[in-house]
C-alpha cells in the first residue's frame, strides 16, 4: 500500500495542472465557462496556490525521490506566483496579444508554472528533463502570439531550435553521467563523479558541461544566449517581462539544488567552470547590448548580463552564496517588470527603437522617472536597491577569494552603465524631432511602475525586511 | 556487440546530428539533426542500462529513454507548427533568410 499523505505536500502543483487542463479543453467547450473572465481566475488559481503554497511545512520526498517538496521549493514557488500575477496584469494593459485567446494563453502559462514548480524541487535527471521541457515547449508558442509583428513567428523558431539542440546536449550530457555513475539521483551522481573528478578525467568535464547546457539555456548564459535577444524582441512585451524573470529564477533555483549536492573534493573545478561562464555571460552580454537600438533588445541583453551576475552567487557554492541570490532576486523581479511596464506605456503602437523616446519626460513625467529609477538600479548605482543586491554578491565573491570574477564584474558594472544611461539620456535630455500624437492612456500603469520603484528606493535605503527574509534561505535543504 | 559497439555509433549520431544543425540551412534539416541528438542520447541511455545496470534501480535507464522519444515527438509537434507559420509568414523556412531580426 502506497502512502498517499506525503503526495499532499504536492498539491499547488496538481492544482496548477488541473487549471492547465482545464484551461487548454473545457473553457473552449463549455459554454458556462468560457463567459467568465478568464485572468480573474488564473489569477484566483494563483492565489489559492501561494495560499497552499504558505500552508505547507517541513521537507518531504515525493513521487520516487524525484522530487522534493521543502521549504525552499516552497519559496521559490512563492516568487514565481508573484511574477507570473503581474505578467497577467501586465497582459491586460497591452495590446500585443489577442485577447480572445486568454483560455489558451492561461492555458500556456500555467503549464510553464507547473514546470517552474518542478524545476524548483527537482531532485533528479529525469525530472530536471521533464520540468525544463515543460517551461520551454510552452515558452516557444507564448513568443509566437505577437499579433503586431510577423517576426515573432520567426523569433519563435530561432527559439524553438536553440532550444531543442541545448535539450539534445543535455539528455545526451545526462546519459554519460547515468553510464558513470549508475543513478539519476542529484544526491547520488555527484558522490558517484567523485573519483573521476579526482582524477581530473575528460569525460566527467564533458559529462557535467552538457548537462549544465541546458540549465544555463534556461537562464540565457553563454554559450545558450542566442535565442535571447530575438525572442526577446519580438515577443509581446507582457510575454518578454515573464521571460525575463520566472524562467529564470526557476533555472537558478534547478541549478542550486543541483550543484548543492556536489561533494567538496569537486568545489574548485565547478566553481572555476561556473566562474568561466558566469565572466562570458556578463561580458558578452553588456558588450552587445552598447550597440542596440531597440529598447527590448537593450533589456534583453541587460537580463543576459544579469544572469551572469547571478551566476556569481552560484559559482561560490556555499549556503552564503545562495543567500546572495535569493536576496538579489526580489529586487532583480521588481526592477525588470518595472521597467517592461515602463516601456510598454512608453511606447503605445509597435514601435521599440530607443530614439522614439525623445522627449519623452514633458509627456510622460511619471513613467519616465519610474523608467530611469529601474535602469539605475539594474545598473546598481546607489541608492537604489540594485546596488544593496550586487553588494552582497560581490561579498560573498570576495569572502571566497574569487578576485578575478569580482574585478570582472566590477568593470561590467561601469561598462553597463554607458547604454542604460544612454536611453536615460534620451528620455530626459533629448527633444523630439517632430511631435507626434499623445495617446491618452488609462492610470494603471503609473500606478504598477509607481508600486516596483517605491520598494527599489525602500530597499535601497532600508535593506534590512529583506535580509531578515533572505536568513530564510540559509536554513533551506 | 558489446558496450562499446553501442557508444560508438551514439557517438557518432551525436556527432553527425551537431555537424547538420550546424551546417544546414533549412529550418526542417536543422530539426532532424536535433532528432538524431536526442536519439544518440536515447541510445546511451538504453545501452548503459543494459550493460551496467545499477543495483537500486534497473529501470532507471529504459524510462529515461522513453521519455526521450517523448520529449522528442512534443519538440517536433511545437517546432513544425512553428515552421509552418513562418511559411505562411515567410513563404520559406530557410534559417540563413530569415533575418528581420538582427543585432
Redesign the interface.
Known sequence: MVNTLPYLSFIPAHVMMSFAIIFFFLAKAVPFLKRLPASIVFFLVLIACFWLESLGSGSEAVFFEMIQVDSYSRLYNQILFIAIAVTILMMANSDELNKDNNWEIFGLLATVCLGMMLMTSATN??MT??AI?LVS?PS??LV?LNRKL??S??????Y??F???A???M??G???I??LT???KFSGIWKGLAEYSAAGNAIYFLAVLMTLSGMVFKIAAVPFHFWC??AY??APTPITAFLSTAPKVAGLALLMRFFSYHVSLQTANLTLILSIIAMATMTLGNLAAL????IK?LLAYSSISHAGFLLMGIAVLNSAGRQAVFFYIPIYLLMNLGAFMAVIYLSRGDRFDITSYAGMIKKKPLVVIGLTVCLFSLAGLPPFAGFVGKFYLFKVVIEEGLILLAVVAAINSVISLFYYVGVIKVMVIDSEDRPSKDIQTGGFPVVFVTACIVPIVFLGVYWVPLLNWAEKAKLLF | MGLTGFLTVSAALFTLGMVIFISRKNAIAILMGVELLLNAAALNFVAFARFTPSQASQLDGQIFAVFIVLLAAAEAVVALAIALSVYKEFHQVRADKLVSLKG
Not at chain 1, 550597440?291 to 531597440?294: E, G, I, S, W
Request: a neutral charge; glycine letters at 10%.
Open positions: 535527471l529525469l528533463v521533464v521541457e515547449i516557444y508558442v509566437a510577423p517576426a513567428k520567426e523569433a519563435s523558431l530561432k524553438v531550435l532550444g531543442s539542440f535539450a539534445g546536449i539528455v545526451y545526462m546519459s554519460l547515468f553510464g549508475g543513478t539519476l535577444p530575438d524582441q519580438a550597440k542596440q537600438t531597440d533588445r
